[in-house]
């Protein structure tokens, strides 16, 4: 037993993409949360019937992956147009047209994503909108009992240096999963991400005046927060299937 694994627990909690690499090789299933905005962003396509590319880097290779798989790509939240109106804004996907497909690029959740499907996990799009759904849909699939744990991995930020910034979005809408899990035997990690979610009493005030929520109402996009903070409001579970996030 390696004590960084959580070994024993029927669900595991750890940060962004080094703690997704941890515990990918020791679990049945992996729920990526990046609230502002990787995972809210699939959350609000996949409600409108898009399936989600996710893409790690934002540059010339986006392009050309969108193009492989027969997709649209979203640009950045400042760069949208008549003719690219997706980004990772969820406010901008709302508006949009629904496209059939869709590369949805992130640096935070979208690597996650792809490091937790390398190792053979089953990967799930996890944030506060479809926090309950995805509970009842882990707990009915058997995620979560000591032969097929789960792992929830809020995905954070970045400091400019590149390394890992916890953000509060993230560890709440962890916690909102892990509290919808039934029965489960808790990690320490996934406990204390279930009592924060239960210690807020407003969590659209949370969001916005979390350091995470206050840098983009600052950019102009308050209402990608507002959508954030829309709890339990989506029934989709997207899962990522054949390299795209689609309904389970």
């Known amino acids: 037993m390696n004590a960084w694994d959580q070994d024993g ?3 595991r909690v750890d940060w962004g993409l080094a703690g997704a690499r941890r515990l990918a090789p020791h679990v049945a299933c992996l729920v990526v949360v990046d609230v502002l905005s990787f995972t809210t962003a699939v959350s609000v396509a996949a409600d409108a019937g898009t399936t ?6 934002r540059d010339e290779s986006a392009a050309g992956y969108a193009q492989t798989v027969g997709a649209r790509l979203a640009v950045g939240r400042r760069a949208t147009s008549a003719e690219h109106p997706w980004s990772l804004s969820p406010a901008a996907l ?3 047209p629904a496209p059939p497909r869709l590369v949805l690029p992130s640096p ?3 690597a996650i994503a792809a490091a937790a499907r390398d190792d053979g996990a089953v990967v799930v799009a996890g944030c506060l909108r479809n926090a309950a759904a995805i509970g009842r849909w882990l707990t009915a699939s058997g995620y979560g009992a000591a032969d097929r744990p789960v792992a929830v991995v809020p995905a954070g930020e970045r400091w400019p240096d590149g390394s890992l910034r916890p953000a ?10 892990v509290g919808g ?7 320490p990690e996934a406990a204390a ?14 969001l916005a005046d979390c350091a995470s929520g ?9 209402a990608d927060v507002a959508i954030a903070a829309e709890r339990d409001t989506s029934e989709m579970v997207p899962v990522l299937t054949d390299g795209g996030f689609s309904p389970a």
């Open 52 to 57: 989600v590319y996710p893409y790690a880097w």
């Open 108 to 110: 935070n959740g979208s």
């Open 214 to 222: 206050r840098e983009l109402v600052a950019y102009g996009f308050p």
């Open 181 to 187: 899990i039934g029965g489960a035997h808790l990690s």
């Open 94 to 96: 709302r508006a949009a």
């Open 168 to 177: 509060l979005e993230d560890l709440l809408g962890a916690g909102a999963i």
């Open 9 to 11: 627990f029927g669900v």
């Open 193 to 206: 991400a279930r009592a924060a979610i239960d210690a807020v009493d407003e969590l659209a005030a949370t």
